[in-house]
Every structure is written in structure tokens, then in C-alpha cells.
């Protein structure tokens, strides 16, 4: 290769010498801001020649040189992220086996050579966090968010740190940011649903449920649209204690018109017209609802009323004429001897509750009450000692509620099981042979 650049050379050198024959005239040159000279035109083909030979010698250097700088460069760079790499493995798998002392260490390292590494500071800041040092979670977590303001990852990990520290009200503005990020982020509509039903605000629970029924799949729909009418209960419910009749009565009315088989708010609108002293018109929906819905709970709320402004009698017959209508009814049965030993009225608390079959109401409360009318009858023989130590006589008269959702008994009604949390599931239960505390 390098006789053929001799030769081409020597042919340039060569074509040069003709042309220097040929050409022996001069020239004038005239160089700007400076004086003219006379040379041959053979030189000044030589000189010509020469510049353009130098400066693309010079364009060639500078690339080759910009090249090998920025092969050095790669190199570098690449063996840089080889060694974060490394590094970041490295602490992954500490991790994993629970050695956080190293874990921290390979992830100081990683910073050592990355300081703006986000997964870096943001598993430092879990680490912190298992260790309850909130305040350097904290550091490394908003140095995470500043480094990339629009990563909802720092966002969500300051958010969980809010919530174990119990600050709702900043974590609620990290979800808000969150969601001004990716308003369809199911995960940050879940959280904050969380967090404002810990608060009790029924009312922004009531939007932010309406935006996740949107969001999750149709499998999930009906799961989601419960809890959306356990919330607007609920925010009926406060209205109510808070004095707020109008709008109490208002949301209980829709709740009524749009979900017919959620007692709960019957017993809502109950307690508004009560509220209102409209007590003949809570007596009748109680009466209009069970009919139609044949809900025990309503019977119950039924008694208390009657018996606090003082017409047991109403009761009784409402009774009567409930178990005329469903005579195979023993829980029926059954209320209606309880509501006798509450009124004293032994003879017919005993009647109806020894018509009682045993082998299906297989309740305790009923051979309790049974022991006590005897022993106020003074048949000391039939009242067995055990009864007495079985069932206190201060209980025999109370009833329990059975959630049909996660089987938890208690001994008051509720609109919302505080076990499952699921609404409109109580039940009474005559047949539970324990005692809720």
C-alpha cells in the first residue's frame, strides 16, 4: 500500500514538472493588508495545493482526535454503569437475605458513583423505613421526588411513610399530586379512599368511590358499587347526629329509591322522622318496610319505640299479626315471648315460648328465659341452677346480631359490621349459644 501511495506521489510530482515547463511566466500575489510578490504560477499551484493539503489534514486530526476522546469517554461511562450495576445487584441480594447493614453499604456505594440514582435513594429510604429512622426516609425519599418530579414512585413511597407516621393530611396531598400526575392511577384512588374513610369525610369518600367504580374492570363493579352505598349511608348517618335533618332525609330517600333491600336506611329515615317528632309516621314505615321485607331488625327497632312512648300493646298485636301470617316462624315466636318477660307478663311468656320446638330454635337465651319465668312462677325444680350460669338474668332480655358476611356476633345493630366492614349484613340470631362482649 505504501508503493502505491509513492507512486501516486511521484505521478503528482511528475504532472507538476510538466506543468512547471510549460508555465515558466510569473504572477503577482497580492496579500490582504500587506504588499504584492511576484512567483511563478507553478508555485503558487504548490502552494494552493499545500494549504488545501494542511487543512484537511487538520479536519481529519481534529475528528480522529474528537473520536478517540469520546471512545475513552464510553469506555469510562460504560464501566462506570457496569460498576452501579454491580452494586445495585449486589444490594438487591443483601436485601433479600435480610442483611440490611450491607444492603445500605452497596447502595452508598451506588451513589458514590451516580448520586442522582432514584432506585438507589429510594431503597435507601425503605431501608430507613424498617428501621423507623423516619427522618432519613424522608431525606432520601424527597431527594428522589426533586431529582424527578413527574416519577409517581418517591410520590407514593412519601406517601406510605405519611400514613405510618398517622399525617392523613399530607398524605392525602402526595395522592392529589399523584393523581394530577395519572388521574387514572387505581392504586392513589384506592390509598386515599383508605385513608378519608379512616377520617369519617363520608362526603369525599362518596366522589372519590364514584371515579374507582369507573376505573375498575366490570368483574369488580358490583363489589365497588356496595361500598359506594355503605359511604352514602354513612354520610346520612352523620348528617343525622350532626342535626343535619334535611340532607339526612334526602340522602336516606335515595338510598331507599335506587337500593329497596338496604334496611339501613330504613332505619335512617326512622330516625329522621323521629327526629322531626313525626313518631306515627316512623311506626308505619316500620310497618309498611317489614311487610315488605320481612326484616326482623325493623321488628326490633319497632319495640324499642313503642315501649318508649309507652304503647306495648300496638306491639303485641303487631306481633300477633306477624306470626299469624307466618306461624312457622320461631324467631318470631321467640320475640314475642322476650318482649312478654319484658313486660312482665309471665303467663304468656311462658305459653308461647313452651310452644317453642326445641330441636329448630336451639337457643340458650330461650332456655334462660324458660328458668327464670319457672323461678318467678317459684318451680324451683324446673329451674335449673345452670341457667342462672349460663345466662345472666341482666342478658336474657337482650338480643345478638349475627353479620352474615364474616359471622361475628354482637350484641348491638350496626348499619356497618366494624369486623368486615361490609354494610346491611346484620341478622339476629336466637340460636347463638355464645355471648358478644
Known amino acids: 500500500m505504501s508503493k502505491f501511495y509513492i507512486f501516486l506521489i511521484l505521478l503528482f510530482l511528475t504532472i507538476i514538472g510538466i506543468f512547471a515547463m510549460e508555465n515558466k511566466d510569473s504572477i503577482v500575489v497580492k ?9 511563478p504560477k507553478i508555485g503558487l499551484i504548490l502552494l494552493s495545493v499545500t494549504m488545501g493539503a494542511f487543512f484537511v489534514f487538520l ?18 461511562r460504560v464501566k462506570k ?12 441480594n443483601a436485601i433479600i437475605r435480610e442483611k440490611l447493614t ?58 406510605d411513610m405519611m400514613e405510618k407516621i398517622n399525617d392523613s393530611e399530607l398524605a ?55 361500598k359506594l352505598i355503605g359511604y352514602t349511608y354513612e354520610y346520612g348517618r352523620v348528617s343525622l347526629e350532626q342535626g343535619d335533618i334535611e340532607n339526612a332525609e334526602r340522602i336516606f330517600t335515595s338510598l331507599i329509591k335506587s337500593n329497596p333491600a338496604f334496611i339501613p336506611s330504613y332505619l335512617g329515615m326512622v330516625e329522621v322522622h323521629i327526629s322531626k317528632g313525626e313518631i306515627e309516621e316512623a311506626i308505619n314505615l316500620i310497618d309498611k318496610v317489614y ?11 319497632l319495640e324499642d319505640l313503642l315501649i318508649s312512648i309507652g304503647d306495648p300493646k ?48 336451639n337457643n340458650p337465651k330461650l332456655n334462660c328465659i324458660r328458668g327464670y319465668l319457672y323461678l318467678r312462677r317459684n318451680q324451683i325444680n324446673k329451674a335449673i341452677a ?16 349475627r353479620c352474615k358476611v364474616c359471622n361475628s356476633l354482637f350484641d348491638e345493630w350496626a348499619g356497618r359490621c366494624s369486623i368486615c366492614e361490609s354494610w346491611n349484613s346484620f341478622q339476629i340470631d336466637i340460636n347463638s349459644c355464645e355471648y358478644s362482649k
Open 31 to 39: 496579500v490582504p493588508f500587506s504588499s504584492a510578490y511576484e512567483m
Open 59 to 76: 479536519v481529519f486530526f481534529i475528528r480522529d482526535t474528537s473520536n478517540f476522546i469520546s471512545r475513552i469517554q464510553s469506555q469510562k
Open 81 to 92: 454503569e457496569e460498576r452501579i450495576k454491580e452494586h445495585y445487584a449486589r444490594a438487591l
Open 102 to 159: 450491607e444492603a445500605k453499604e452497596s447502595l452508598q456505594e451506588v451513589l458514590k458513583e451516580e448520586p442522582e440514582h432514584i432506585d438507589a435513594l429510594i431503597r435507601l429510604g425503605d431501608l430507613a423505613m424498617r428501621e423507623e429512622d423516619y427522618k432519613s426516609a424522608l431525606k432520601y425519599y424527597k431527594k428522589a421526588y426533586e431529582l424527578d418530579p413527574k416519577n409517581i414512585i418517591p410520590l407514593l413511597s412519601l406517601e
Open 172 to 226: 392525602l396531598k402526595y395522592l392529589e399530586q399523584i393523581l394530577s400526575l395519572e388521574p387514572d392511577n387505581l392504586l392513589a384512588h384506592y390509598k386515599m379512599r383508605n385513608i378519608l374513610e379512616k377520617m369519617e369525610k363520608w362526603q369525599e369518600l362518596i366522589n372519590i368511590q364514584k371515579k374507582i367504580i369507573k376505573l375498575v374492570p366490570d368483574s369488580k363493579k358490583q363489589e365497588e358499587e356496595k
Open 291 to 301: 311487610n315488605e321485607q320481612k326484616s326482623k331488625i325493623l321488628l326490633l327497632r
Open 314 to 361: 300496638r306491639l303485641i298485636q303487631f306481633y300477633l299479626r306477624a306470626i299469624n301470617n307466618s306461624p312457622d316462624d320461631m324467631e318470631l315466636k321467640f320475640l314475642l315471648g322476650r318482649l312478654y318477660y319484658r313486660l312482665e307478663m309471665i303467663d304468656d311468656a311462658m305459653e308461647i315460648l313452651e310452644s317453642l320446638d326445641t330441636t329448630t330454635c
Open 386 to 401: 345452670e341457667f342462672k350460669n349460663l345466662c345472666p338474668e341482666n342478658q336474657v332480655s337482650t338480643i345478638n346480631y
